[in-house]
């Protein structure tokens, strides 16, 4: 029986081999643990065969979500978001809750160096009622084992009701007016 090295691309790779038994292992994944592969062996058919292996990641990421999208800003207080594929339409994994202090953790992530990050995709599905959720897919590049992030979450538009009276005659509405609103930063 020979010994078959196969290089994975993207999660799949492929080999000529002779049919027959082998035992498996993982000499290099970076961000995972190689002692947790799964299967450890593996058949070999004629006149093709397919086989699926797993690894665990162990790698932790936080996101935090607040109005400012950097640290200190004031967090959002729920919501929900979960990693997908680039276009933001494939989900990995379970939806994460974002808790009341605007923080996600997702465990067991895949990471690389800080030279070759890992890229992971996430989508914001919810968040709080006064809170926007932020509108596309964003990238994380996982370049250490534990990391955090920051996503902005600007305020919600809220609706606003005004009358204008006139100052003398009480309850008089002004029939005609505009009023102008400017932000002093407060």
């Given at each position: 029986?020979a010994?078959?090295?196969?290089?994975?691309t993207?999660?799949?790779g492929?080999?000529?081999?002779?049919?027959?038994?082998?035992?498996?292992?993982?000499s290099?994944a970076?961000?995972?643990?190689?002692?947790?592969l799964?299967?450890t062996?593996?058949?070999?058919?004629s006149?093709?065969?397919?086989g699926a292996?797993?690894?665990?990641?162990?790698?932790t990421?936080?996101i935090?979500?607040?109005?400012?999208?950097?640290?200190?800003?004031?967090?959002?207080?729920?919501?929900?978001?979960?990693m997908?594929?680039?276009?933001?339409?494939?989900?990995?994994g379970?939806?994460?809750?974002?808790?009341?202090n605007?923080?996600?953790?997702?465990d067991?992530?895949?990471?690389?160096?800080?030279?070759?990050?890992?890229?992971?995709?996430?989508?914001?599905?919810?968040?709080?009622?006064?809170?926007?959720?932020?509108?596309?897919v964003?990238t994380?590049?996982?370049?250490?084992?534990?990391?955090t992030?920051y996503?902005?979450?600007?305020?919600k538009?809220?609706?606003?009701?005004f009358?204008?009276?006139?100052?003398?005659?009480?309850?008089?509405?002004?029939?005609?007016?505009?009023?102008?609103?400017?932000?002093?930063g407060?």
């Amino acid at each position: 029986m020979a010994d078959y090295t196969v290089t994975i691309t993207n999660g799949t790779g492929s080999q000529m081999m002779n049919p027959g038994s082998y035992n498996v292992n993982s000499s290099y994944a970076p961000g995972y643990d190689m002692t947790t592969l799964s299967p450890t062996t593996y058949t070999a058919t004629s006149p093709s065969g397919s086989g699926a292996f797993t690894l665990e990641a162990t790698g932790t990421l936080t996101i935090i979500f607040n109005e400012t999208g950097a640290q200190g800003g004031t967090p959002i207080s729920s919501g929900t978001v979960v990693m997908t594929d680039e276009t933001g339409e494939t989900q990995y994994g379970s939806i994460v809750n974002i808790d009341s202090n605007g923080t996600a953790v997702f465990d067991k992530v895949p990471y690389g160096s800080a030279q070759s990050p890992y890229t992971l995709y996430f989508k914001q599905l919810s968040s709080d009622a006064t809170h926007n959720v932020y509108p596309e897919v964003f990238t994380v590049g996982m370049g250490d084992q534990t990391q955090t992030e920051y996503i902005l979450n600007s305020l919600k538009p809220t609706s606003q009701t005004f009358t204008l009276t006139d100052a003398n005659y009480s309850g008089l509405p002004v029939a005609n007016a505009v009023l102008n609103f400017e932000e002093n930063g407060d």
